[in-house]
């Protein structure tokens, strides 16, 4: 979650995109340690009041810019990365 009217004052137009950026960098971070868990991870961007309200009072004048979900996949793909290398999982 970003202060968009304090980020946007200070760099624009520039500030949502900034803020974008830097969300997809830590979702990106949340990815990948998901997987080194051997879990999964589904992250996804929209803007929405009520994902600010479920997280008052930390997301006082905040909005959402991912919501990121980690867990255990509903399914298993048939083939794994490892595999398709001739690595051992």
Excluded at 19 to 26: H, Y
Excluded at 47 to 63: G, M, Q, R, W, Y
């Amino acid at each position: 979650m970003s202060d968009l009217n304090k980020i946007l004052g200070v760099l624009g137009n520039r500030g949502y995109r900034s803020s974008q950026f830097e969300a997809g960098v830590i979702a990106g971070k949340i990815y990948l340690a998901a997987y080194a868990q051997k879990l999964g991870a589904f992250g996804s961007t929209f803007f929405d009041d009520a994902v600010t309200e479920f997280f008052l009072p930390h997301a006082t004048n905040k909005s959402t810019m991912i919501a990121v979900g980690v867990g255990i996949p509903g399914y298993r793909s048939r083939s794994s990365p490892e595999k398709s290398l001739g690595l051992k999982s």
